[in-house]
């Protein structure tokens, strides 16, 4: 697994220079479905800066515990997609984090069903009704195919870079 986040991050490094080399001035790269843009280059950009040098699954699964991580976000999708096992307690006190905000939850909870769809279930019920979770749980419990199918900012920014 150290491998495959260690080439994820070489592959947004890539990315990067492919943006800020073509992308800025047109405003962004529109792929199948799903627009990638500055804004999520610069995101992917400062999250590799923060793992520091040889990034490794310990270190993002580290990382995603501090709330003011950059690109945080896109690491706890990137843990979901990935299916880090390892990854889902700091996931699991993310969703049942009052502090954290509700795209940050939903995104962990949906990382969670990502990587083993049970647990992911049984959260989506306990929290079905929740102010900041429900859209997500119920996506989850009535729609699980639209997660699993669902563009990927990862996968996009990957692409992008081949």
């Avoid at 490094?13 to 962004?28: D, M, T, W």
């Amino acid at each position: 697994m150290a491998a495959s986040i260690a080439l994820f991050a070489i592959l947004l490094l890539v990315v990067v220079r492919v943006i800020r080399e073509n992308a800025f001035s047109s405003g962004g790269f529109n792929l199948p479905t799903l627009s990638v843009g500055p804004q999520d280059v610069g995101e992917a950009s400062d999250l590799i800066e923060a793992l520091g040098p040889e990034p490794n699954d310990d270190k993002v699964i580290e990382a995603v515990k501090n709330p003011n991580l950059p690109g945080r976000l896109l690491a706890i999708e990137f843990l979901g997609e990935g299916g880090y096992g390892d990854a889902i307690p700091v996931l699991e006190r993310i969703v049942r984090s009052s502090t954290d905000t509700a795209s940050m939850r939903a995104a962990a909870l949906e990382s969670i069903f990502l990587i083993a769809e049970h647990k992911g279930r049984w959260l989506a019920e306990e929290f079905k009704q929740h102010p900041q979770l429900k859209d997500a749980a119920q996506r989850i419990i009535n729609d699980p195919d639209s997660i699993r199918n669902r563009p990927s900012r990862c996968r996009a920014l990957i692409r992008l870079a081949k």
